[in-house]
């Protein structure tokens, strides 16, 4: 892959939100691109900087792998005060009269109901989604639940209500499901060397990082749901219909060319998101299915 310095490129005005890491926007063959600079490290103090914008690539790209709709991501570098940081850049997938709402908005809409918009309880998503009528009803729980299987594959913890969305046109008044954006927090971006390398020498961590942890931004009871649990428990039947429909799709060979073929990682680094995929796949989708086509 030809390594992009992105540094002297056109910018853009446009501000972009977000809690996690800086962000700029730039034109990148004539096309514009938010640029994510990886955040501080906050919870693990022995990093300076999260591996985020590599777990923003991968997991990018494992959704495109899977065809769903998904903004396009390229690596590259930046320079700030002489140091090259790497950098992830998303495709801008807004144009003139195009804007992304979030899911949190459309929660909002939701004029007879006392949900706030940021609210992940899981009932309240669905309710959401059932009586919303700003896009199709059976096409927007199946893209919830597509992304619920996908993100317990990538370990994402982070598919809050405002890191999923919609395009409103406002030329047209029409809404369409935005492509899949921030995956960021998937395959444990605060893990260092140290932590890697201890995941894959000691059994105990690593099954602790697939049946555990991380658990997702959404809730059951007022409880992050842990992804094993949940997805194993068969107890949603749209969930298990994402679960035959994705499982059969993930081909582990394109998932290794994805992670082996990531510029400027190490190859422990490699073998770290390699394992950590496989596992996931294989303890929490294979068993699922299994389960499934059991009863
Ligand atoms: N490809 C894209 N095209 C247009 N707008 C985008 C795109 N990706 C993200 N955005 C917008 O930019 C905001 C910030 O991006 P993103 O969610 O990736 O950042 P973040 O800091 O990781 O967010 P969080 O606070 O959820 O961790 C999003 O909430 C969304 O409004
Ligand atoms: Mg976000």
Redo the contacts with the bound molecule.
Sequence with gaps: MKEIDFTDLDKRKKL??????N?ISIIYNNEQY?L?FPPTAKINKNMNYSNSCFSEYIGCKIYESLKIPV?KTILGTYKVKGKNKIVVA?????KHGVV?Q?FASLKNQMIDSERNGYGTELFDILNTIDEQNVVNREELLDRFWDMFVVDAFIGNW?R?N??WGFLYDSRTDSMEIA?V??C??SLFPQADELIMKEILTNDNELMYRVFEIPTSAIMLNGKKIKYFDFIVSIQDENCNRAIRRITPKINMEDIKSIVFSTPYINDLQKKFYYTILSERKSRILDFTLRKLKSI
């Design positions: 972009y939100d977000g809690a996690n890491g962000k938010m994510k903004q998303c495709k801008d997938f807004t992304l979030d982070d809050h405002g890191n492509p954006y921030d960021g927090s």
